[in-house]
């Protein structure tokens, strides 16, 4: 399971998720923090982008 924060979606400023996108959309993430306690992963889209130029 992972979570994408919504600060995470996009390189600039969204207001909701709807605005980055959309139900099946498929995402090229980031990895930026793993929990094995939770057992969760926070991801990022926009460190993905940014990583990719």
């Known amino acids: 399971m992972g979570l994408v924060h919504l600060r995470e979606l996009s390189p600039t400023p969204v207001a909701s998720p709807e605005e980055a996108v959309r ?4 995402i090229t993430v980031v990895v930026t923090a793993v929990d094995p306690q939770r057992r ?3 991801l990022s889209r926009r460190r993905a982008r940014t990583a990719a130029g």
């Open 40 to 42: 969760t992963l926070s």
């Open 23 to 26: 139900v099946g959309d498929e």
